[in-house]
């Protein structure tokens, strides 16, 4: 909580009204953030922003899948796959650790 007034109190002492979660640690701090900012702030987190657009091109699209079996998921990660399956396992509630792979950006 200190943290996080620490690093909020000069864009709250301008009055802002809404803050934009833009990176992909936030959703994990968004209640705190919430607790510290107070109410009259609305938080808009980025990633769910994103995923609610690309749901909407989907189905106004007509790409919306008809299977009915879960699919699997591959990640791709420019630093340490440690790193990423700890922090995406916060995020997703499970534990990621087989299907991650370290690519190097420079080669795209």
């Given at each position: 909580?200190?943290?996080?007034?620490?690093?909020?109190?000069?864009?709250?002492?301008n009055g802002v009204d809404t803050?934009?979660?833009?990176?992909?640690?936030?959703?994990?701090?968004?209640k705190a953030i919430g607790n510290v900012v107070g109410?009259?702030?609305?938080?808009?987190?980025?990633?769910e922003e994103t995923a609610k657009y690309a749901v909407s091109l989907i189905c106004e699209n007509n790409l919306a899948t008809t299977r009915t079996t879960q699919g699997t998921c591959d990640y791709y990660v420019s630093d340490h796959v440690e790193n990423?399956?700890?922090?995406?396992?916060?995020?997703?509630?499970?534990?990621?650790?087989?299907?991650?792979?370290?690519?190097h950006i420079e080669h795209y």
């Open positions: 909580k200190t943290v996080i007034e620490r690093y909020l109190k000069s864009i709250m002492d803050i934009i979660l833009g990176c992909t640690h936030y959703p994990i701090l968004k109410e009259n702030v609305k938080l808009i987190d980025s990633g990423f399956s700890k922090i995406a396992g916060l995020f997703l509630g499970k534990e990621i650790n087989k299907d991650v792979q370290r690519i």
